[in-house]
Each structure stands twice: as C-alpha cells, then as structure tokens.
C-alpha cells in the first residue's frame, strides 16, 4: 500500500461518519465561507447605498468590518482548538455565524448590519480557524498538498457561484436574500460539525492555562521561518481583496453594467481560478520553489500594470488584465499553505490563527484603500496590484538570500 493511500485511509478511518471523502467535503465548505460571506451580497451592494442612504465609504464597511474581525476571531478560536480540540470550537463558531446571518438579514439600519456583520466574521473565524489545523492533523507530505489543492479548488466554486446566486435572489428579493442563504448554508456546515470527530489527539493538546494558549501565538510568531514568508504571502494577497471590495463598482458603475452581468464577469474570472491549484500539483509542484514564488509574484506585477493600462478600456480587458493576477493567486496557494505549516510541528491552531489574521487584516488594508476615492477606481486597484506584488516579490527574494532556514526551500 502506498503512502498517500496509507495516510487518507488513516484520515478516514478516524472519520466513522464523515469517512474520507466526506472531510475533504467538510474542508471545502469551511473554505467557502469566506467568499460565501463577501461575494454573495456583493451585487446588492449598489442597491444598498440607497436603501440605507449611505455612502459606498460607509456601506463597505460591511466587508471591511467583518475581515478584521474575523481576523480577531482566528486568534481566539485557533488557539482554543489547540487546547480544547477542534470540534467545540467548529460548533461555537457555526451556531454563532447562523445566528449573526439572521441578525443580518433583519437588519434596519446600516450601522445595525455592520454591527451584525462584525459578529459574524467572529463566528466564522470559529469556522475557518480550525480548517488548516484539521489538515495538518489528518494528512502529511505531497499527500497534505494535494489535499490543500482539492479543497481550495473545490471551495473556488464559492466565489463563482456566489454573485450569481446573489443577483438572482435580487429578481425576487432584496439584499436581504443573500443573508438568509448565508445562514441556511451555517445550518449544513453544524450538520456536519456534528457529525465530525475530532482530529487533535488528546497528547497533543495544550495542557496550560486558558491564558498561556493565548500566548502561544507569540511564540509561533517568535519562529522567523515560519512569520516572515507568512507575512510575504500575505502581502501578495492584499490586492486581491481589494477587487472584492470594488469589484461591483467598478462593472455597475464604471462600466455601465448590470448586476446580473457583473455576476457573470465575477463568476468566470472565478471559474479559471479553479484551475490554479490543479495547475501547480499537476505540472508545478516539483519546480524549484524559489524560481516558483518569484516567477509567480513577477506575472502578479505585470498583471497590475495591464490593469491600469488596458484594464481602464472595457470590461473585457479589465477581466483579462485582473485574471492574470488571480489565477496566480490560485496556482500560488497550496505551495504557500503547505510551506507555512512545514515550518510548525506544534501549535498548528496557533499558526493557523497567525496566518489567517494576517491574510485577514492585510485583505481589509487592501479593501480600504481601494476604497478610496482614486478618481480612476481601475486605475488604482492596478496600483495597489503593481505595487504590493512587487514588494512581496521583492521580499521573497531579501528572504531567499538571508540565514532564515526555510523547510522544504532552503536549510542554512
């Protein structure tokens, strides 16, 4: 029996009602929830400056508000799932995030949906906190990464579906629609908390104080080799996130296009970006890693200049010059999942936490300065491409030529 067969049957067999098949299921729809959150409700959002009266400054702060904290969410939950386990954290998180979905939806002002909003990207950090965590749990080695590959290609379904299902919903509802379906969705993501058994065995637990898991996350960020590509990684995201916050303004407004077409630019950019993980496991994964991340970060670069360039013509070109960027994103991915947990042994909740909060809270920095007002929307979301994948470019290759050990890239 090989290895990789060895390893998902071992991860199935501590799954006796999800099985294997049915954790990968269960990986995938944690993933979505993020984009779930966000992309969903993103074709009402130029209705729902005049619903509530308020600027698109304002009414953005529904997406920014509920990335930071949900980045603050990750650093409670990921550390109690070190100590506690997995599962209860899963379950608080989810029965949170259903109940802040249907406070939501009742929303009556703008700054009741922020508040709303803000609770809950808390329960969905109790979600996703866990996620990376159960795969360093339950997988290893090129059989971990190609995990990585199929969860996050699979939950690449999430921003393609997502702002069609939400255009349709504003035929015969209002944005109100969306966020009764974001709670429906928490309700299949308890079932199958539910049914899931817990991964973190009980020797690998933290046995400190309540406070002291806390403090774990100093000592993960203590570790070089591990905060430094994190933080690199996360840079070359930033960007990406931004899109998200203006992607709606720039084809309804900018452009001159409907809701329902903006859905399908939305969706087909998504669509391709499936491919990114299958396209790296497939023909990448046994490149030399450090030509990998620079070629990968070089491509982001020219992908921002096309956008503040052609990208400003038509909607197609914008497409065009932005997909480049994202699918090397997507191809980027795993390797960057898989490299960052290499550099832990322990305290991978912590990690988890780390890497998500800082994903998180620099994917709200590139969603308010997006935001602002640039004159030119595409032109400066071209910028913030250009310049943040030139920096971590830049970056990545300072960390490539200084003593940092790097597992699996480099040892000093």
């Known amino acids: 029996m090989t290895q990789s067969n060895q390893t998902s049957q071992e991860a199935g067999s501590k799954q006796k009602y999800l099985g294997h098949k049915g ?106 906190s866990v996620s990376l965590a159960i795969v360093k749990d339950s997988y290893s080695g090129k059989k971990r990464e190609s995990i990585l590959a199929i969860c996050q290609s699979i939950s690449g379904l999430a921003p393609m579906i997502a702002p069609i299902v939400g255009a349709l919903i504003l035929t015969f509802s209002d944005w109100r629609g969306s966020f009764w379906a974001l709670a429906l969705v928490s309700l299949v993501n308890l079932g199958f908390t539910v049914l899931f058994q817990e991964t973190l065995n009980n020797e690998e637990r933290y046995e400190g104080t309540l406070f002291g898991s806390l403090g774990r996350l100093v000592v993960v960020s203590k570790n070089k080799s591990f905060i430094v590509p994190a933080l690199i990684f996360s840079l070359s995201m930033l960007p990406f996130m931004g899109y998200i916050a203006v992607s709606s303004y720039i084809y309804v407004d900018y452009f001159g296009l409907n809701a329902q077409v903006y859905s399908y630019f939305f969706a087909a950019n998504a669509l391709l970006s499936i491919a990114g993980p299958f396209i790296y496991v497939k023909f990448l994964s046994n490149m030399d890693k450090k030509l990998f991340a620079s070629l990968i970060l070089a491509v982001s670069t020219l992908s921002g200049v096309l956008v503040m360039t052609l990208g400003t013509l038509t909607p197609v070109f914008f497409w065009l010059s932005f997909l480049i960027m994202s699918l090397s994103g997507a191809v980027m991915r795993p390797f960057s999942s898989n490299l960052l947990l290499d550099q832990q042994e322990s305290d991978i909740g912590s990690a988890s936490s780390v890497i998500g909060t800082l994903f998180t809270v620099l994917g709200s920095v590139g969603m308010a300065l997006a935001s602002i007002p640039w004159g ?37």
């Open 376 to 412: 030119n929307i595409v032109f400066g979301l071209g910028v913030l491409i250009t310049v943040f994948s030139l920096l971590a470019l830049l970056s990545w290759n300072v960390f490539m030529k200084s003593k940092i050990p790097c597992v699996g890239v480099k040892n000093i």
């Open 23 to 128: 954790l990968i299921a269960f990986l995938a729809l944690m993933n979505m929830f993020i984009p779930l959150s966000t992309d969903m409700y993103l074709p009402a959002l130029p209705s729902m400056n005049s619903y509530f009266g308020s600027s698109s400054a304002i009414t953005n702060l529904t997406l920014s508000a509920f990335f930071l904290f949900y980045a603050l969410g990750i650093l409670f939950w990921g550390p109690l799932s070190d100590k506690y386990g997995r599962k209860p954290i899963l379950l608080l998180g989810s029965i949170l995030y259903a109940a802040s979905s249907v406070a939501c939806a009742l929303s009556v002002n703008i700054y009741f949906l922020i508040a709303a909003r803000i609770l809950q990207g808390i329960g969905a950090g109790g979600i996703t």
